[in-house]
């Protein structure tokens, strides 16, 4: 998911980057102002995970109302969403297993890679059917879709292990692991001097710095972008170091394979501002303690409905 092809280095290293730097972010909208206005959070004691507060899946926010005020706990709001959580976690399991295989001095990744996918595919699913309802239907095509991105992401783990080890033949497996993953998945980072969550997790941050990847299912919208800013400030504030660049994956199925896209983007002023607006927005509705009203056009797929309508 995360390596990048000849054209796609092109676009960040004559194109993104430059502009980057050419036109710098406004000062005050910089994660490591936390303690000033506008990053200084409306509240310090109610923190937030960054998906809740760029998503937008009712009009009236109501839906993060009753996760936080009835259920009291982060659940998905739709099935697309927990199918977007499910993909998450194995793609994050099967980095972390590879990087242990090749510790381990494992040569072939590839087919232990998928087995373990296949384990953890199956736990991940018992385990969101917990706390949301999912169809066989829909388990069946999830399986299927997660099956196709394990056998694909496999192979191009291993691939990018070989060609490593084919340029440089003497490396120990420490050395091996960092060139063939310059990137950490599943980075954990503390959001509370943002309002955010405490354990803020990133899908992924390129390793020298600078960029964050987010995975998203289906089409694109203007609030992932946004979701980005928010991991942006969030590194920002406790590393104190600029974080300029988003990348949002696409991962689809056509046909009986997967398709990536990569959208690239500069984390602009623009996107900063929209998230805090967003995160000081919540936060009050949320603090007012009163219940938002029921949305005139409630999306019909939201699984919070029944408490809504009965």
């Given at each position: 998911m995360y390596y990048?092809?000849?054209?796609?280095?092109?676009?960040?290293?004559?194109d993104l980057l430059p502009r980057a730097r050419d036109h710098q972010v406004d000062e005050r909208l910089r994660g490591w102002n936390w303690f000033d206005s506008p990053i200084r959070p409306y509240s310090s004691e109610l923190l937030l995970p960054v998906w809740d507060i760029a998503c937008s899946i009712c009009p009236t926010r109501r839906d993060a109302w009753i996760r936080h005020k009835v259920l009291k706990k982060s659940v998905p709001t739709t099935a697309h969403q927990a199918k977007g959580f499910i993909v998450h976690k194995l793609i994050s399991s099967m980095f972390l297993k590879a990087k242990k295989l090749v510790y381990l001095g494992y040569g072939d990744l590839r087919d232990e890679l998928i087995r373990s996918a296949d384990e953890s595919l199956k736990k991940e699913i018992s385990e969101m059917r917990k706390n949301i309802e999912l169809s066989d239907k829909d388990v069946n095509e999830l399986t299927e879709f997660c099956r196709l991105i394990a056998k694909w992401q496999a192979t191009r783990i291993e691939s990018k292990v070989l060609e490593i080890k084919a340029k440089y033949p003497f490396l120990n497996e420490e050395s091996l692991v960092q060139l063939s993953f310059p990137m950490a998945t599943e980075v954990v980072v503390d959001g509370s001097l943002l309002g955010l969550s405490k354990y803020l997790r990133a899908d992924a941050a390129w390793m020298l710095g600078g960029m964050i990847f987010d995975i998203k299912l289906g089409k694109k919208e203007e609030w992932?972008?946004?979701?980005?800013?928010?991991?942006?400030?969030?590194?920002?504030?406790?590393?104190?170091?600029?974080?300029?660049?988003?990348?949002?994956?696409?991962?689809?199925?056509?046909?009986?394979?997967?398709?990536?896209?990569?959208?690239?983007?500069?984390?602009?002023?623009?996107?900063?501002?929209?998230?805090?607006?967003?995160?000081?927005?919540?936060?009050?509705?949320?603090?007012?303690?009163?219940?938002?009203?029921?949305?005139?056009?409630?999306p019909k797929y939201c699984v919070f409905r029944s408490y809504c309508f009965g």
């Open positions: 990048l092809d000849l054209i796609e280095i092109k676009r960040l290293t004559r992932h972008r946004i979701q980005v800013a928010g991991y942006a400030l969030a590194f920002e504030s406790v590393f104190e170091r600029p974080v300029d660049i988003g990348c949002t994956i696409y991962v689809s199925k056509v046909g009986n394979s997967i398709k990536i896209d990569r959208d690239f983007y500069i984390i602009s002023d623009y996107l900063r501002s929209s998230f805090l607006e967003k995160r000081d927005e919540l936060q009050m509705m949320l603090l007012k303690d009163s219940e938002p009203d029921v949305a005139d056009n409630c």
